[in-house]
């Protein structure tokens, strides 16, 4: 089992920058898969960003690339989404998601571990 755990969300101006922590415990979460979804009102959650295991492979939405980046520190068990050039339509909750084995999640069907979410609001 994986406990997941967001933090870092918050309210910002547009063209600002906020940075997202995913702190995980339990099953050795250095060795697995994790993403950055989001979901706003309405709407599918969707993919933003993932990481493979070492970190050494990242992908990234389209709408985000060049303006997100995702990286994760396997000592500290913690996946960072840096997020910078905020713009209102990245409003939304922010998810991490964990897959069960060591590739990079880009699917939600492919998460079997979620945390509780965190806001993300961008004013214009």
């Known amino acids: 089992q994986v406990q997941l755990v967001e933090s870092g969300g918050g309210l910002v101006q547009a063209g600002g920058s906020l940075r997202l922590s995913c702190a995980g415990s339990?099953?050795?979460?250095?060795?697995?898969?994790m993403g950055w979804f989001r979901q706003a009102p309405g709407k599918e959650r969707e993919f933003v960003a993932a990481?493979?295991?070492?970190?050494?492979?990242?992908y990234y939405a389209d709408s985000v690339k060049g303006r997100f980046t995702i990286s994760r520190d396997n000592a500290k068990n913690t996946v960072y989404l840096q997020m910078n050039s905020l713009k209102p339509e990245d409003t939304a909750v922010y998810y991490c998601?964990?897959?069960?084995?060591?590739?990079?999640?880009?699917?939600?069907?492919?998460?079997?571990?979620w945390g509780q979410g965190t806001q993300v609001t961008v004013s214009s």
């Open positions: 339990g099953r050795t979460v250095s060795t697995t898969g």
């Open positions: 990481i493979n295991y070492s970190g050494s492979r990242t």
């Open positions: 998601g964990a897959r069960k084995d060591s590739l990079a999640p880009t699917r939600p069907s492919e998460c079997a571990y």
